[in-house]
């Protein structure tokens, strides 16, 4: 199993070189002018990724996730989530690395087989960053007017985590 492993990319790789060198594509001069493109994208959406990190780090060196944890809590024990899960609730959507430093955080000290440890992990594999996601993806296709898309992504990512936070706690 472990060979299979250790072999798939390479063997997928070279199917791919080969077959392209079989129709008669310019192998190389097509992966060239794919990194091109790639670099250029990277590029262009440099500055909102800038943009998008520096605002997240502004709001957790402030303090008001923490502030914002504390005036949550009341309402979400009312609907039975946990007073630990909503850094993470909050946080998950906007940065991907602040809540898989938080999630790191959390596992060490309530560790990985509990339910927190559980809805944790569930809730990272279950959403996405959402304005990570957006805006690299908008960036890229050089979309301006994203209309309903942030809302709809959103509901989408907090409908996840809120399903993980419940399935957890009923399994």
């Given at each position: 199993?472990?060979?299979?492993?250790?072999?798939?990319?390479?063997?997928?790789?070279?199917?791919?070189?080969?077959?392209?060198?079989?129709?008669?594509?310019?192998?190389?001069?097509?992966?060239?002018?794919?990194?091109?493109?790639?670099?250029?994208?990277?590029?262009?959406?440099?500055?909102?990724?800038?943009?998008?990190?520096?605002?997240?780090?502004?709001?957790?060196?402030?303090?008001?996730?923490?502030?914002?944890?504390?005036?949550?809590?009341?309402?979400?024990?009312?609907?039975?989530?946990?007073?630990?899960?909503?850094?993470?609730?909050?946080?998950?959507?906007?940065s991907?690395s602040?809540?898989?430093?938080?999630?790191?955080?959390?596992?060490?000290?309530?560790?990985?087989?509990?339910?927190?440890?559980?809805?944790?992990?569930?809730?990272m594999?279950?959403?996405?960053?959402?304005?990570?996601?957006?805006?690299?993806?908008?960036?890229?296709?050089?979309?301006?007017?994203?209309?309903?898309?942030?809302?709809?992504?959103?509901?989408?990512?907090?409908?996840?985590?809120?399903?993980?936070?419940?399935?957890?706690?009923?399994?």
């Amino acid at each position: 199993m472990d060979f299979i492993a250790n072999i798939s990319i390479p063997a997928i790789v070279l199917i791919i070189v080969i077959t392209a060198w079989i129709k008669g594509v310019p192998v190389f001069d097509t992966f060239v002018e794919g990194a091109k493109e790639g670099a250029k994208t990277a590029f262009d959406v440099l500055p909102v990724m800038v943009g998008i990190l520096a605002a997240v780090s502004i709001l957790n060196a402030s303090g008001f996730i923490d502030i914002l944890s504390n005036l949550l809590k009341g309402p979400a024990a009312l609907v039975g989530i946990s007073p630990e899960i909503i850094p993470m609730l909050i946080l998950r959507p906007f940065s991907g690395s602040a809540s898989l430093g938080l999630f790191t955080e959390q596992i060490r000290a309530y560790g990985a087989d509990t339910y927190l440890g559980r809805a944790l992990s569930t809730i990272m594999g279950s959403s996405e960053t959402v304005l990570y996601t957006l805006a690299v993806y908008f960036g890229a296709a050089d979309v301006k007017n994203t209309r309903h898309a942030l809302a709809a992504s959103l509901i989408a990512s907090y409908a996840g985590m809120l399903a993980a936070v419940y399935i957890c706690k009923v399994l």
